[in-house]
């Protein structure tokens, strides 16, 4: 924050050296994001204290995650958190000075000349009432300036992404911690076995169409034709069908949210790369005013939303909602450049899992969290529903606890599921992300204000953890199981078992005559 240009003066009754409002001009904030917060947005509440206690912790943390610009963030907060407290003791001797004035003047008329405190018995109500004015002026230059700190301290806080676990590696190298179902080929260089891309396989079997949605929308979209559009209504209700045994509340949920909501979930317009991320809708000029909408790159943001400023009963802990909706990613072309088909697109249908639980340090009653109930358990949940999708799927797959730089600011712990693809093998070795699982502890909880109260510990008010998991990205499911179970001298596309109730009964997906 640039200090203030104005002059000085002394106060020759208060004694104080104060600021003279006149030469102010309005107070700016020094930090303003793009968008707009209607006064129903929920307040963010940031544990500042705990950043202001462990800011070399803060600030490594940020050169860990790749986040450098923000590493200097906590340093900031605690200057910043100075100036706020020199303000404070500036403003106190003006307040005490100002109350004593107001005592007198309320006792002027009854008990003239009486002195009180340092008020000299010759000061008349004139002069009394004059030197109140300036005072009051100076308080308020004083709150205006208390105000524009604590927002930038707020603004520094949420921007700082959150603190890694200590499952998670540092650097930018995952750890395979596990393998779904056996390798399709160990030892391609001696197999005769020919490979296709999904892309040459859906247009021989007339699934997929790129040339037309280039021509409608551009580069990054498709058509699912025949088979291909029932595949992807299968892997939907496959999806839910795992999820909805295990308990999952199924929600359809919206997919415009106020930008505020998805900066809230650790969505940015940028990312920390400077690659657009989120598609913003156009406002028009006589809109500017009112706040700015997203399309939602992933149904995380929009069931986050759902229970932003609202208490959960820790009855109704953990709950846990699974749901469907078409996802918008502004990334695929600068990403993808050299990625051709459906691996990465800016528009697909996505299953997601979103839950709420009690935090892991939460004194339930004089317990500690269930071990059956806390984050841990529930992280592991949303893995084995993974698992049992893509094995059931047929798919060779290998998990992996990804490192600092791979994680997204919300996340403190991050499992990646990639699944093998033929066609990839000369960039990644094969290997293609389909799903993932975060942990986000009380990140988004935060920030969206959700809180979660005990009944037995005193109804006191928590924020609870928040926790996330892919179980189904269409698109890239699909493109696997069209490469992985692509018959060459049949022309055909062996369909999964668990998929054949909602294809028909259809085995297999053969070329038309």
Known sequence: MKPHTGS???CSSCRLRVLRVADLGPVKTPYRRNYIRPSSAPKPVIDIKHIRQNPGLYSQNCVDRNYKAQSKAPWKIIELFDQRQALQRSARGLRERNNALRRKLANAASRSGDAEGDIQPTMDKTTMLSEAKVLKAELNVIEQQEAALEEEMENLAQDLPNLSSTHTPVGDTPEIVGYINEHP??????????????VHIGSELGLLDFAGAASTSGWGWYYLLNEGAMLEQALVQYALSVARKRGWMTVSPPSIVYSHISAACGFQPRDRNGEQQIYTLEQAEKDKSKPSLALAGTAEIPLAGMKANQIIEDVELPLK????????????GARGVDTKGLYRVHEFTKVEMFAWILPDHSEYGGFAASSAHNSESLFEEMLSIQSEILQSLGLHCRILEMPTTDLGASATRKRD????????YEKDEGWGEVTSTSV??????????????????GRRLEFPYTLNGTALAVPRVLAAILENHWNEDELSVTIP???RLWMGGMEKIQRKK
Do not use: M
Request: aromatic fraction near 12%; charge should be positive.
């Open 8 to 10: 000085f003066f002394n």
């Open 185 to 198: 080929e160990p030892e391609p260089d001696s197999s005769d076995r020919v490979w296709r891309s999904h």
């Open 497 to 499: 078992q668990v998929l």
């Open 440 to 457: 986000c502890t009380d990140y988004q909880s935060r920030r969206l204000h959700t809180r979660a109260r005990l009944e037995k510990a």
């Open 417 to 424: 599921i990639e699944a093998y693809f033929p066609s990839r």
């Open 321 to 332: 909602a699974v749901g469907v909706s078409r996802c918008y990613r502004a990334e695929a």
